[in-house]
């Protein structure tokens, strides 16, 4: 009986009739307020009109294409439409029951356009998707507000329409004037999205020789241009533009570049051979020959060490296999290896250290550096005391290391050297405060006694005691340098 009550009370206080208002006659759009099917669909009809204007997006893609599709589907869901009215009529009440939707755009979604909506869903299936977006607060838009997708913006308009991004067609410049006017327009507007949009509308749109000259007196938008075309790997057209305003270095960096995407080593080494010739510095040059020379003599030390590795004859590479190809690798590690697996070789043998060093003009520092670090991760200690030490032209013979011994020992100690290889060399730390630092950090003992003695800080060795092991020999031996302090102050 309440259902019946219910649906009476709807009859009687519901109408047909609304109340008149003065955008009544603004277009026929406002007859079809009261269907969602027709609130849904409305961006088609507004989008008929638009059939000959072509969106730009940020990959330069024209609006409807494949890649362009899936970049728009994975933000369809979250934008709004763009624009909206802020000024709608508070006494119409067909906006009640309407949330207003905030604009979504960002700078990244300029120039991405809109989906014409070729294969959109039915009327019926419309009504049911929550995913389709509200566009009833359109109804109530003056006509006048449409003219954001019509042609009478001006260059500095469309420029600032753009920062905030606002969606613009940029088909309207036709004359080889007005992009330039847009162009410079952009530039002054310090806004790098937009001048990048600009410059694509522009590459698509100009031949390329006419693009190039006026750019030329445009430096800004020039560097834009570059930056561009090198992000994204438009490689012929980069090289054409570098050699329109002469850049003879830039187009042979960019040629050497090329190397980067071959993967065959052969193919590799062959192009880095035609390189040699290109027009570089001759800084530049002197790199190009050594990348060549460097990776020839990969290409041998990798075949010869395959071959030793798959026959087993060689006891180095059965205890400690290759991890890697030495293909492709830069020099340090280049020399790294060879110091690993071919120390002892002949000068005269490519994959011998002392022949990279020669050959490469590797200083001492990096060279030390590098032959310390592995032959320490072999322990072969007798190596690394060979490497330090040096004899001058009377025959005597001395420590010295071009690193310092502070490194040195770093090294060593996460190598896992025995305390009495450490102290040998933490010894040899000039700064006292370092020497004592290092020796009580790594357990040095005898270095720590030996310091202090000789520094007759006889406070610094009874507070060291303690740290030592009772009964030990450190601990004998801080006792007697003790007792002799206490002796030689009495005599």
């Not at 030490?389 to 040195?408: E, M, Q, S």
Request: aromatic share 8%; net charge neutral.
């Amino acid at each position: 009986m309440s259902r019946v009550r219910a649906d009476e009370e709807e009859y009687w206080h519901s109408s047909k009739f609304r109340a008149f208002t003065f955008d009544d006659e603004d277009d026929e759009l406002s007859q079809l307020k009261e269907s969602k099917r027709a609130v849904n669909s409305l961006r088609d009809i507004v989008d008929d009109d638009d059939d000959d204007l072509e969106r730009v997006s940020w990959s330069g893609e024209p609006v409807g294409s494949i890649s362009w599709s899936i970049k728009e589907t994975a933000s369809g869901s979250t934008s709004s439409l763009d624009g909206r009215d802020s000024s709608l009529q508070k006494g119409s009440s067909s906006y009640a029951a309407l949330p207003k939707q905030a604009s979504s755009y960002s700078l990244s979604s300029l120039f991405k356009g809109r989906n014409k909506l070729s294969s959109f869903q039915s009327l019926s299936d419309a009504l049911t998707d929550t995913g389709v977006k509200n566009y009833a607060p359109e109804l109530r838009r003056p006509k006048a507000e449409y003219k954001d997708y019509s042609s009478d913006w001006s260059p500095k308009d469309t420029v600032r329409r753009m920062q905030r991004g606002k969606v613009c067609s940029l088909e309207r410049f036709r004359s080889l004037q007005d992009k330039l006017v847009l162009l410079d327009e952009a530039v002054a507007g310090h806004d790098g999205n937009v001048i990048t949009a600009v410059l694509i509308f522009l590459k698509r749109t100009l031949r390329r020789e006419i693009l190039f000259r006026e750019l030329e007196v445009r430096q800004v938008a020039l560097c834009h241009l570059i930056h561009f075309l090198r992000e994204t790997g438009e490689q012929k057209f980069l090289l054409d533009l570098l050699r329109f305003l002469d850049r003879t270095e830039e187009v042979a960096l960019s040629q050497y570049r090329e190397h980067l995407n071959i993967q065959d080593v052969e193919k590799r080494r062959e192009f880095l051979k035609g390189c040699i010739g290109l027009p570089f510095s001759a800084e530049d040059t002197s790199h190009i020959q050594d990348h060549y020379t460097l990776l020839e003599r990969q290409i041998i030390i990798e075949a010869n060490d395959r071959h030793l590795e798959m026959a087993g004859q060689s006891e180095l590479f059965r205890k400690y296999p290759r991890k890697a190809s030495i293909l492709n690798m830069p020099l340090v590690t280049t020399l790294f290896y060879s110091c690993f697996y071919h120390y002892t070789e002949a000068e005269g043998m490519f994959s011998s250290p002392t022949n990279l060093k020669k050959t490469f003009k590797i200083p001492d520092k990096q060279y030390v550096l590098t032959a310390l670090a592995a032959r320490a991760k072999l322990r072969a200690w007798g190596d690394v005391d060979a490497l330090l030490t040096t004899k001058n032209w009377l025959g005597y013979t001395k420590k010295k290391a071009p690193i310092g011994f502070h490194r040195v020992v770093e090294i060593l100690q996460r190598n896992n050297a025995p305390v009495q290889v450490l102290q040998e060399y933490v010894r040899l730390v000039e700064d006292v405060d370092t020497r004592l630092n290092l020796a009580t950090k790594y357990k040095c003992h005898d270095v720590v006694i030996e310091t202090y003695r000789d520094l007759k800080d006889r406070i610094q060795l009874t507070a060291y005691k303690s740290k030592v092991e009772r009964g030990s020999a450190e601990e004998e031996k801080i006792n007697n340098i003790l007792s002799n302090m206490v002796r030689n102050a009495y005599s």
